[in-house]
């Protein structure tokens, strides 16, 4: 059976078909290669290099879509290499040299929140909507009774790719473990309250209320009231009051912490 159906086989149609197949096959493969090599992007091997030395978090938190934008971008000339908070000092040398420009080492910073207030500070309505503190503050400026203090709805910590920020009894709260100080969260927080402090700081300003002291008591029970004892009782002379709260200046603080221990409402923190 098997040697009729053979005999049966055209030999000379059997070869041709084979070689218009044959013919059909390399003409495709040499389309599919002109066709690539025609619509290739070509890639900067400066910016291969670049990214290479980034963090590779793609958090956005240098103002740029992901690594590959921000390596682009400095390619071009269009960006710092210091925006980028998560890559190291010695990687962000090294993207210097490949650029060509001088780079002095960063100090490394850690996100904090100006804010203790949460369970503590009064409600002025209980809010029902979509969650997040963007979504809140486009009703009457959010549910708190402070205006400048933090909503708590978490939209810093849904945006952080570290975990290193969550809402704890009703306030955000910075991981200083887990903080790369990429700045997504102070971007993306509506009060603008979030800020990069250096990472050898020993206490921050846990308040951002700008209301005098009996404005604040009515509205939190942790809120600074701009006594200024901090700013009489700093050696260093570090603290100064703006618009009645303290500010830090750490370029003189000493880390004495008698800020934290004069402080009545206990609205200047420790760092831990």
Same mark, same amino acid.
């Given at each position: 059976?098997?040697? !009729?159906?053979?005999?049966?086989?055209?030999?000379? @149609?059997?070869?041709? @078909?084979?070689?218009?197949?044959?013919?059909?096959?390399?003409?495709?493969?040499?389309?599919? #290669?002109?066709?690539?090599?025609?619509?290739?992007?070509?890639?900067?091997?400066?910016? $291969?290099?670049?990214?290479?030395?980034?963090?590779?978090?793609?958090?956005?938190?240098?103002?740029?879509?992901? /690594?590959?934008?921000?390596?682009?971008?400095?390619?071009?000339?269009?960006?710092?290499?210091?925006?980028?908070?998560?890559?190291?000092?010695?990687?962000?040398?090294?993207?210097?040299?490949? !650029?060509?420009?001088?780079?002095?080492?960063?100090?490394?910073? #850690?996100?904090?929140?100006?804010?203790?207030?949460?369970?503590?500070?009064?409600?002025?309505?209980?809010? @029902?909507?979509?969650?997040?503190?963007?979504? $809140?503050?486009?009703?009457?400026?959010?549910?708190?009774?402070?205006?400048?203090?933090?909503?708590?709805?978490?939209?810093?910590?849904?945006?952080?790719?570290?975990?290193?920020?969550? #809402?704890?009894?009703? #306030?955000?709260?910075?991981?200083?473990? =887990?903080?790369?100080?990429?700045?997504? /969260?102070?971007?993306?927080?509506?009060?603008?309250?979030? $800020?990069?402090? &250096?990472?050898?700081?020993?206490?921050?300003?846990?308040?951002?209320?700008?209301?005098?002291?009996?404005?604040?008591?009515?509205?939190?029970?942790?809120? /600074?009231?701009?006594?200024?004892?901090?700013?009489?009782?700093?050696?260093? !002379?570090?603290?100064?009051? $703006?618009?009645?709260?303290?500010?830090?200046?750490?370029?003189?603080?000493?880390?004495?912490?008698?800020?934290?221990? =004069?402080? &009545?409402?206990?609205?200047?923190?420790?760092?831990?």
């Amino acid at each position: 059976m098997e040697y !009729l159906l053979l005999k049966s086989i055209d030999t000379g @149609v059997l070869l041709t @078909v084979l070689g218009i197949v044959a013919v059909l096959s390399i003409v495709f493969a040499v389309l599919i #290669v002109a066709v690539s090599k025609a619509c290739a992007v070509k890639v900067d091997e400066k910016v $291969e290099k670049i990214k290479e030395h980034l963090s590779g978090a793609n958090c956005g938190g240098c103002g740029f879509a992901g /690594c590959a934008d921000f390596a682009k971008a400095l390619a071009e000339g269009k960006a710092e290499v210091t925006s980028c908070g998560p890559t190291s000092n010695e990687n962000k040398q090294k993207i210097a040299d490949i !650029l060509g420009v001088p780079f002095a080492k960063t100090e490394e910073m #850690v996100a904090i929140v100006h804010c203790c207030g949460g369970d503590n500070a009064k409600e002025k309505f209980t809010y @029902v909507g979509n969650e997040g503190c963007t979504e $809140e503050i486009a009703f009457m400026g959010g549910k708190k009774v402070c205006p400048h203090g933090c909503i708590g709805s978490g939209t810093c910590s849904k945006g952080c790719l570290y975990g290193a920020i969550a #809402v704890t009894d009703g #306030v955000a709260k910075v991981d200083r473990k =887990k903080c790369t100080a990429c700045g997504v /969260c102070s971007k993306n927080c509506p009060k603008s309250i979030i $800020e990069m402090i &250096p990472k050898s700081a020993k206490v921050y300003i846990a308040c951002s209320t700008l209301c005098r002291g009996k404005d604040v008591m009515d509205a939190c029970s942790a809120g /600074c009231i701009g006594c200024g004892l901090c700013v009489r009782n700093c050696p260093s !002379l570090a603290i100064t009051m $703006e618009n009645n709260l303290p500010k830090i200046d750490y370029s003189k603080c000493i880390g004495c912490k008698n800020c934290v221990l =004069k402080c &009545p409402r206990k609205c200047i923190r420790e760092i831990v």
